[in-house]
């Protein structure tokens, strides 16, 4: 068992959980995460078109990204399998940018291979 000193088998441990154990966020063994409340009408719409291999394995809570960020730069850091990056980069449109982070090979994976499918949705090949 991890103890909060062991700060290498904690990051091993996290990192194993969301990059291997999780092959989408039904197998999430904890619910402590809920949103206040339901996204706004537009970030709902974004997330429809996202595709669901990035959706399957979102793991957040909620939606931190504000609406009115068109042109500007995004970062996301745990951005996991990018479902934030994807909703940022819809708002930030072309002439904007989006950078995701996140310490799972895995989830930066399924993040990377859906951009091509992405682009398709929004009609242009977003700054992700």
Do not use: W
Not at 81 to 90: H, I, K, L, N
Not at 111 to 127: D, F, K
């Amino acid at each position: 068992m991890a103890t909060l000193g062991d700060s290498s088998t904690v990051y091993s441990s996290v990192k194993d959980y969301y990059g291997k154990v999780l092959a989408s966020s039904k197998d999430l063994k904890t619910s402590a995460c809920t949103a206040g409340s339901a996204p706004h009408p537009l970030i709902l719409d974004i997330i429809k078109r996202i595709p669901h291999a990035v959706t399957d394995k979102f793991y957040g809570c909620g939606n931190p990204i504000p609406l009115g960020i068109q042109g500007r730069s995004v970062l996301d850091l745990g951005s996991g399998s990018g479902r934030d990056c994807y909703v940022a980069a819809s708002l930030v449109g072309p002439q904007g940018s989006v950078v995701g982070v996140d310490m799972t090979d895995e989830q930066l994976q399924t993040a990377r291979e859906s951009i091509a499918a992405y682009s398709q949705a929004l009609g242009y090949t977003p700054n992700l």
